[in-house]
Antibody, heavy 119, light 108 residues
Framework: QVQLQESGPGLVKPSEALSLICSVS??????????WGWMRQPPGKGLEWIGN???????FYNSSLRSRVTISVDTSKNHFALKMNSVTAADTAIYFC???????????WGQGTLLTVSS | SYVLTQPPSVSVAPGQTARITCGGS??????VHWYQQRPGQAPELVVY???DRPSGIPERFSGSNSGNTATLTIGGVEAGDEADFYC???????????FGGGTKLTVL
């Protein structure tokens, strides 16, 4: 059974960088069939795609966040990471990681982790 | 840029059929995915590629996609179906995943 689990600091100060980890169990992150992605949801608002890796090696980013975001994969730890620079209060959200594919959507999600940006 | 438009809310009595739409230019040419999100939970994929259901999703959930509108249909609505529903597509023109704004389903 494939499971994803997000982890992160919970609280980040404005202008600092946030780093989140998505730990994967039950599947290899090097699988050639899937993409691994990050989504977020500000309190009381809708879902927003942040970016994802693709098994071809490409990485795709939301055009509105591209300048501040990096997604990386650590195959030795079977996890992937999200780094976002220069955060503001607008980045306060529940961050979800997920596994998916272009033609089948995002099948498996982590439970989400709340990240608050505040001084 | 490509935009997906959903009604903010849909209300239906128990046992009736709920239809949630997702509008987009020529969306019928795209692969549309639908998610259900109950309060405090992660989204769950209920329909993918327009009309297919993941294992474990009841047959009451079905999807269609044609022209400028994709539709998620929930037959025999139950109180437990109450949730927010989101449509999603991969826009190959911009290499972006896009979500609709979400529809709150209320079971009266």
């Amino acid at each position: 059974q494939v499971q994803l689990q997000e982890s992160g600091p919970g609280l980040v100060k404005p202008s600092e960088a946030l780093s989140l980890i998505c730990s994967v169990s039950g599947d290899s992150i090097t699988s050639t069939s899937y993409s691994w992605g990050w989504m977020r949801q500000p309190p009381g608002k809708g879902l927003e795609w942040i970016g994802n890796t693709h098994h071809t090696g490409r990485t795709f980013y939301n055009s509105s966040l591209r300048s501040r975001v990096t997604i990386s994969v650590d195959t030795s730890k079977n996890h992937f990471a999200l780094k976002m620079n220069s955060v503001t209060a607008a980045d306060t959200a529940i961050y979800f990681c997920a596994r998916g594919s272009f033609n089948a959507g995002w099948w498996i999600w982590g439970q989400g982790t709340l990240l608050t940006v505040s001084s | 840029s490509y935009v997906l438009t959903q009604p903010p809310s849909v209300s239906v009595a128990p046992g009736q059929t709920a239809r949630i739409t997702c509008g987009g230019s020529n969306i019928g040419r795209k692969s549309v995915h639908w998610y259900q999100q109950r309060p405090g939970q992660a989204p769950e994929l209920v329909v993918y590629d327009g009309a297919d259901r993941p294992s474990g999703i009841p047959e009451r959930f079905s999807g269609s996609n044609s022209g400028n509108t994709a539709t998620l249909t929930i037959g025999g609505v139950e109180a437990g179906d109450e949730a927010d529903f989101y449509c999603q597509v991969w826009d190959i023109g911009s290499d972006q995943w896009l979500f609709g704004g979400g529809t709150k389903l209320t079971v009266l």
